[in-house]
């Protein structure tokens, strides 16, 4: 049976130039080679992680059906997302749910929150009767914590920013998707609701059998919700594994960079224990094939000339890093065989 989503040798670039009528003068990779798959029967909770520019919205819109890749394919149950017919495009729609980052943006002012919530019921047939829809509604808004005589009859500003975001996760719960992808859900909600929010989207993993892909630059967040985590640098895959073993115990050296940028909450320990120095490469050296992570790392060397692959390390994470270039190689990249699928039971 093909999995539900997956990505193959999905590449990205972007291309720019100085005008309408001018040549293109620049381009810019934004995912380099991507391959994973989201089977949909055994739910999972994978987190996309990286700093701004690390391509993870990319790869978010890419999955999506929002943007078509440059090479590679996304397939949905084997079929190409850019080729499906209208049918197909509405099983999609409804198996392949989105959580965008801004809850503020993603709604019509002029339409009431009960409108919002209807129109997935009708559209897809979700309901016989009006009671029935009704009764929907009231069970979703009341699974992500949000009270129906509170919030049906308003209209979207009149409700918070955190409100807007369970709103939308409702609005997803009642699709009954396979796979919610979740687009740094929570970085634009104020600090004190983020936890209920991430406490909503666990809720739909483990209680609804929903898999997740959640996109973040947040690693504790990541650490608090997901099971597995694919870290990302100028959209190459840097290290992926277990998301307690990776952010635990990092081996690439842009991940522990990454992990020791996090501020400590005693004001005793250092912020950064060591302070690496670039190194003085040129910017189109980078654009050469190499480690995209060279000019930044203390442990560059001639062979990163070379866009190393990635290597399976001992304990079962991946690795693309020529510090370990005496493992085995990933074979075809395919970061399935690292994230997999993982039991909400564990």
């Avoid at 650490?223 to 597995?228: G, I, M, P, R, T």
């Avoid at 250092?270 to 190194?279: A, D, G, L, R």
């Avoid at 399976?312 to 990249?333: F, I, M, P, T, W």
């Amino acid at each position: 049976m093909a999995p539900l989503l997956e990505a193959q040798h999905v590449r990205k670039v972007y291309r720019g130039g100085d005008g309408l009528l001018r040549e293109e003068t620049s381009e810019t990779v934004a995912v380099h080679d991507l391959t994973l798959a989201i089977d949909g029967e055994t739910p999972s909770f994978t987190t996309i992680a990286g700093e701004s520019g690390s391509g993870k919205t990319t790869i978010a819109r890419l999955l999506l059906g929002m943007q078509p890749p440059t090479a590679g394919t996304v397939r949905y149950r084997g079929m190409d997302v850019g080729a499906l017919d209208r049918g197909q495009m509405r099983a999609f729609r409804q198996d392949v749910q989105a959580i965008f980052q801004d809850p503020f943006e993603v709604y019509n002012p002029f339409y009431k929150i009960d409108h919002i919530l209807t129109t997935p019921i009708q559209k897809f047939g979700l309901a016989s009767t009006k009671a029935q829809a009704a009764e929907q509604i009231d069970e979703a808004l009341r699974t992500v914590g949000l009270r129906p005589e509170e919030t049906l009859g308003r209209y979207p500003h009149q409700l918070s920013g955190g409100q807007r975001q369970r709103i939308t996760i409702a609005r997803a719960l009642l699709l009954k998707p396979k796979l919610i992808i979740a687009d740094e859900p929570v970085s634009m909600v104020d600090a004190s609701l983020r936890a209920t929010i991430l406490a909503n989207l666990h809720k739909l993993y483990t209680d609804f059998g929903i898999s997740f892909i959640y996109i973040t630059h947040d690693l504790t967040t990541a650490y608090q919700v997901s099971d597995k985590i694919v870290v990302l640098y100028h959209g190459t895959v840097a290290e992926a594994g277990g998301v307690e073993q990776v952010i635990k115990d990092p081996k690439h050296p842009y991940t522990r960079e990454l992990i020791h940028s996090i501020p400590a909450p005693d004001p005793g320990n250092s912020w950064i224990e060591e302070e690496v120095e670039e190194k003085d490469v040129e910017v189109s050296d980078q654009a050469t094939g190499g480690c995209p992570y060279a000019p930044r790392c203390a442990h560059a060397e001639a062979r990163c000339e070379q866009m190393p692959p990635l290597y399976r390390l001992d304990d079962g994470r991946v690795a693309s890093c020529v510090l370990y270039d005496k493992q085995e190689k990933l074979e075809g990249g395919d970061l399935t065989q690292i994230i997999g699928t993982t039991s909400n039971e564990e």
